[in-house]
């Protein structure tokens, strides 16, 4: 199978990088940008296309690595510039399903990393770490669920309708935590700490917390005042909190009292439940 990209960014480079070092046949990119497909086209070893028209015949399957935004134009180009019946049409969209495709004769599917991909000149080094999720049309979706996983990468097929839902999912674990770190860094500032100190501050207790996290589950990392059903120390927070931030930290304390309930069903937290319940969202 031959495999081009419409799109040079970050996430194209690193994906095409990734697979044909993994030998799977990427054969080059296009890009609106010709200087950035020849960058990538030299960095991957692979050849820029001259027009779209190109890039589609001679390969099976396109990967559509644009914005989200550019999505949709670029399918319309593609139908205006090519034949896309039989072809193979994939988006590394989070947040769009693999319904953009509707209407084009081609099999449409939408292939996304759950990773932030940060460096186009090192993060295909780590993609391995990143778990991919596959949907769309069901004549090849097994394929590409396999094709994936045999070049290292988790891979799990999910279902169009729960699209939106996946990518609250990945926003909530990645996008929310810079702002709940910076409310935490606010909070430090308000202390005293400049905010080069206040980040310095909090970086071991974030990393070291995120990767046992990551290693065994929220229940099994869960500490602090919640975990421990201290209403008292949780009221004094909730005194001295205000604005965003006592929102936040009141409506993500109802969750984590959700996981503590988990980590230790014969605990009685009904304390802590009430004060949480008194407690209103202003």
């Given amino acids: ?108 599917y939408s292939i996304h990393p759950l990773y932030a991909i940060s460096n186009r000149e090192s993060s295909y080094t780590t993609l391995d770490r990143a778990y991919f999720t596959v949907e769309g049309d069901p004549e090849y979706l097994d ?10 990468l988790r891979c799990k097929a999910i279902s169009a309708v729960e699209k939106v839902r996946y990518h609250a999912a990945a926003v909530m674990a990645s996008n929310l935590v810079c702002g709940l770190y910076a409310a935490a860094v606010d909070e430090l500032n308000a202390c005293g700490f400049s905010g080069k100190e206040a980040v310095e501050a909090l970086a071991g207790l974030f990393l070291d917390n995120a990767a046992a996290l990551a290693e065994k589950g929220p229940a099994e990392q869960l500490t602090g005042p919640l975990e421990r059903g201290d209403a008292e120390t949780v009221s004094r927070h909730l005194a001295v909190l205000s604005g965003t931030e006592r929102d936040t930290y009141l409506q993500l304390s109802k969750q984590v009292l959700k996981v503590a309930e988990e980590k230790n069903p014969k605990k009685d937290y009904s304390e802590i439940k009430k004060l949480l319940d008194e407690n209103k969202i202003r």
Wanted: charged share 20%.
């Fill in 1 to 108: 199978m031959k495999i081009g990209f419409y799109g040079a960014g970050r996430v194209g480079c690193t994906l095409g990088r990734y697979l044909k070092e993994h030998d799977l046949e990427v054969t080059g990119y296009y890009n609106r940008t010709k200087e950035k497909a020849l960058e990538a086209a030299q960095w991957t070893g692979t050849l820029c296309y001259e027009t779209v028209s190109s890039l589609v015949n001679e390969n099976d399957a396109i990967f559509l690595t644009v914005s989200d935004q550019a999505i949709p134009p670029v399918i319309a180009e593609l139908k205006r510039s090519a034949e896309l019946k039989g072809k193979l049409l994939c988006h590394t969209s989070g947040a769009l399903s693999s319904d953009v495709f509707a209407g084009t004769g081609a099999y449409g």
């Fill in 143 to 152: 394929d590409w669920v396999e094709i994936l996983s045999e070049v290292g």
